[in-house]
């Protein structure tokens, strides 16, 4: 299944991974439901895939707060990354947006800087892209701690807007989710949506 991309001319593409590169969502959702399940906190599936984007410590606060428990959101959030770091050697590429990377750094002399904008972890983002093979194509990683304010706001974007030095409007955004495509919008980017995992089959 092609990409159809928007009219350009674009001067940077901007991914990002979780959903996007990495068809990891599944993945992780595995791990977040043993992760919280260990403390009887309940994710529905809708909601985790509504929320994609957002840091995982702040997903640990908001599901502990309406659920009534105290979960302390850092060790949840380690706990989840360490159960999706063994289900790591399952993953596999979204393969039309791996083909786009592909083509994109094939150019030669003509190659656009590409960065990731991740709300995952570092650590995280990092693996997923080394298992890939991916890693050594990005000029950048933003990944949670880059910024103050995780999408829907525009502030992860255009951090690595201005890491690339190229304006918001010259940036192409691939996303998967509509928090992500809501951040891209509000950074002046076009966006492409990627779809979700149900809907590829």
Same mark, same amino acid.
């Given at each position: ?10 001067? *940077?593409?901007l991914?990002?991974?979780d ?9 992780? %959702? +595995?791990a977040?439901?043993? /992760?919280l ?9 809708? +909601?985790?895939?509504?929320?994609? #984007?957002?840091? *995982? ?5 908001t599901?502990? /707060? ?20 063994e ?13 786009q ?5 094939? $150019? ?5 800087p590409? /960065?990731?904008?991740s #709300?995952s ?11 890939l ?11 949670? #701690?880059? %910024?103050? $304010? ?12 201005? $890491?690339?030095?190229? *304006? ?11 928090? #992500? +495509?809501?951040?891209?919008?509000? /950074? ?6 990627i779809?979700?995992?149900w809907? $590829?089959?």
């Open positions: 299944m092609n990409l159809q991309l928007p009219d350009g001319p674009f001067k *940077a593409y991914f990002d991974c959903g996007t590169i990495a068809d990891s969502m599944p993945l992780h %959702y +595995i977040w439901k043993q /992760a399940g260990e403390h009887g906190c309940e994710f529905p599936e809708d +909601i985790f895939y509504a929320w994609g #984007g957002m840091p *995982a410590a702040e997903i640990v606060a599901l502990s /707060a309406q659920q009534g428990l105290t979960l302390d959101p850092e060790e949840v959030a380690h706990r989840k990354e360490l159960l999706y770091y289900l790591l050697p399952q993953l596999q590429a979204v393969p039309e947006v791996l083909e990377i592909e083509l994109n750094w094939n $150019r030669n002399g003509s190659r656009l590409m /960065a990731v904008v #709300g972890t570092r650590e995280s983002v990092t693996k997923s892209l080394e298992l093979g991916l890693l050594d194509k990005f000029s950048t990683l933003v990944c949670a #701690g880059d %910024y103050t $304010r995780s999408k829907p706001d525009p502030e992860p974007f255009l951090t690595a807007a201005a $890491r690339l030095n190229v *304006a918001p409007a010259d940036c192409l955004v691939f996303e998967d989710t509509d928090m #992500g +495509i809501r951040a891209a919008i509000a /950074a002046g980017m076009a966006s492409v949506k779809l979700q995992p809907e $590829r089959k």
